[in-house]
């Protein structure tokens, strides 16, 4: 798409929009960066982006302006259903996401991660195979790093490997991976996607522009991804923890294995690896798909999944103190990433839940404790909600905290040496902290200052 001398208004100033405005501005087109909340300082945006002649609009859009853009750029954080977003398609204004934008002014091939949980670990290992194999690759999306800001770095021989949230596959258009991978579909984001067939429809259009000559890389334990194998336009490689495949990746005792054609191979154990818990085998057999189907040899693959270390916030190890070892699982933001955290536990663990409400139930997160949690402490708007549901399933030794600091202090005093301290909120951050990252960091510098 040429957009040069083109009015694109970017939606949202945060690092997605930020990073889109600057690629816009890089390309010579007039980038227009709105932000609803009339309290934000256009003079401080404008600094964000010295070197770019932009526009910056807050609080409400002037109505004329409609008439004299080309192309509008959403950030993820902003629903595609609102009479907002409408306005735009009513006008004819193709609606683009951060994600299709980059996307759009990007070289090479691209490898695409989605799924409810294990995204971030997936794609993290993923991009280090294909660093350690390949000389120009960029990881970039949900993981962190807006696409836009990588773009134009980007040459023929590049790989993409991007982790793509269903907020950002929302506004894709043309966005086309050679290789996808759909690990979970579990109940999320229920009160942006109403419904689980609409989010899960929106999970599976990652494949929308593949075909049989790409691949799409499935979990067969999984009922939303293994019922969509059936009508997957690309060509599906199957992984599973649970089940022996004839065809793909599978655990058998600690090994993983790979079957294809009649020929089975053991490719690891599974103590041989840095990550635990099952979904990580889960998370390393997905990644091993995928860059097997990409073309890394297999020697390779299984040399950087061996010295591949946990990703932050993912039930991290942060530190021992007084025999209490304190687990960081911030990114445990709705109760299915939160089972595998509880799950990893082997010590009487203290857990700290709640948070923003999401719609979710709490009633396979609370079973999953299974006799492990002595004291659940819970904070942020879901408490309540989620007090009610533990003492529903037996467990009543819970306490509320209104500061995360007093949820620490509640920590601290009722550990004892063997215990485990687990953050792992089943719940976002925001209300109390603007990311999971945030969260997350508040819990190490409280526990490292111990």
């Avoid at 960066?33 to 934000?40: G, I, P, Q, V």
């Avoid at 020697?299 to 070892?325: S, W």
């Avoid at 304190?326 to 509880?342: E, F, L, R, V």
Wanted: hydrophobic letters at 40%; a negative charge.
């Amino acid at each position: 798409m040429n957009v040069e001398g083109k009015k694109v208004l970017v939606v949202g100033t945060g690092k997605s929009g930020i990073a889109a405005a600057a690629l816009l501005a890089k390309e010579k087109a007039a980038p227009v960066l709105f932000d609803e909340n009339k309290d934000t300082d256009a003079e401080e945006v404008k600094k964000k982006l010295p070197d770019a002649e932009i526009g910056v609009i807050t609080g409400t859009l002037p109505e004329g302006i409609l008439d004299e853009l080309e192309l509008a750029v959403l950030s993820p954080g902003v629903p595609v259903d609102t009479p907002f977003v409408e306005k735009f398609r009513d006008k004819g204004i193709p609606v683009w996401g951060e994600v299709e934008l980059g996307y759009a002014f990007s070289k090479g091939k691209v490898i695409a991660i989605t799924g409810t949980n294990g995204k971030t670990t997936t794609t993290a290992l993923t991009g280090q195979i294909m660093r350690d194999y390949y000389e120009s690759v960029f990881v970039v999306g949900n993981i962190g790093n807006p696409y836009t800001l990588e773009a134009l770095n980007t040459r023929e021989d590049s790989v993409t490997v991007a982790e793509i949230s269903s907020f950002q596959l929302e506004t894709t258009v043309d966005f086309h991976p050679s290789v996808s991978a759909v690990l979970n579909i579990t109940p999320d984001h229920l009160n942006r996607h109403h419904t689980m067939e609409n989010y899960a429809s929106v999970k599976e259009s990652i494949t929308k522009n593949q075909t049989k000559e790409d691949t799409c890389v499935l979990n067969y334990g999984d009922p939303y991804t293994r019922a969509f194998g059936e009508r997957c336009p690309a060509s599906v490689i199957w992984f599973s923890s649970a089940e022996k495949l004839a065809e793909g990746y599978y655990l058998e005792g600690e090994d993983i294995i790979r079957s294809f054609g009649g020929v089975t191979e053991k490719l690891l154990n599974i103590n041989e690896m840095k990550l635990i818990g099952t979904h990580n085998v889960e998370n390393v057999m997905a990644a091993i798909a995928m860059s097997a189907a990409y073309g890394v040899p297999m020697a390779n693959i299984i040399n950087t999944v061996k010295h591949f270390q946990a990703v932050e916030h993912r039930i991290e190890y942060v530190a021992e103190k007084d025999g209490v070892v304190y687990y960081n699982d911030s990114k445990g933001t709705n109760p299915d990433a939160a089972i595998k955290g509880i799950r990893a536990m082997n010590r009487p663990t203290i857990l700290i839940g709640g948070g923003y409400d999401k719609q979710n139930e709490y009633d396979e997160w609370v079973e999953a404790f299974d006799g492990k949690v002595k004291l659940l402490v819970l904070i942020g708007q879901t408490k309540e909600k989620i007090a009610e549901c533990a003492r529903k399933h037996g467990l009543t030794n819970i306490v509320f905290a209104d500061t995360f600091e007093e949820c620490m202090e509640i920590c601290v005093k009722n550990a004892v040496s063997g215990d485990a301290v687990l953050l792992s909120p089943a719940c976002a951050s925001w209300g109390m902290f603007p990311n999971y990252e945030v969260r997350g960091n508040m819990f190490k510098e409280y526990v490292n200052n111990l």
